[in-house]
């Protein structure tokens, strides 16, 4: 799921200023990974990012790992695209330019390998009587394929955060079998 939460979140907002951005970032709690796009040319660059996690914290999403993004350096002097990554070789920070796709790319490979392991992939054989789990993935927008094998049972190939699949493999009984 990607969503877009509010651009500007500073301190010391109006309270019902501040409940409606609450309720609109409640989606964080499903996330896997917390994308922060940040004015890298703003001078309250600090307080910004501050600012975003102490509400964070205020809705318990501070413990989702979080990217930051820090854009427009096609405005900062001698600054290129790069990846900043921390002491157990995880990107913790994207440096681009949206504006003329300057880092672009090494944001995808920056999302790609906080996530490469977020993410289940499997080819499985669900059995006839097994209609719910296969709603449940319709439901998570799972499917990637779907065929009918001959014995009446159903081929899927499924992608979904691995959160999600562990979630499912605990709430549902019907057994799975897997394909490859």
């Keep these: ?107 995808y490979q920056a999302l790609m390998e906080r996530l490469s392991g977020e993410i289940a992939h499997y080819e499985l054989r669900l059995p006839p009587q097994a209609g719910r789990l296969r709603s449940r993935f319709y439901q998570f927008q799972a499917i990637e394929k779907e065929w009918n094998e001959k014995d009446g049972s159903i081929g899927v190939v499924v992608r979904m955060t691995s959160v999600e699949w562990h979630r499912l493999c605990k709430q549902e009984q019907i057994p799975i079998h897997f394909i490859a």
């Design 1 to 107: 799921m990607l969503a877009d939460a509010v651009g500007f979140i500073r301190r010391h907002l109006p309270y019902h200023l501040v409940a409606a951005f609450k309720a609109t970032l409640q989606e964080t709690h499903q996330s896997s990974l917390l994308l922060h796009v940040i004015d890298a040319v703003d001078i309250r660059v600090n307080e910004n990012i501050e600012a975003v996690n102490t509400v964070l914290a205020e809705i318990d999403s501070d413990e989702i790992p979080t990217l930051l993004v820090m854009n427009k350096i096609d405005m900062l002097d001698d600054s290129v695209p790069s990846i900043d990554y921390n002491d157990e070789n995880l990107p913790i920070r994207v440096w681009l330019s949206a504006t003329n796709g300057e880092g672009l790319s090494l944001l």
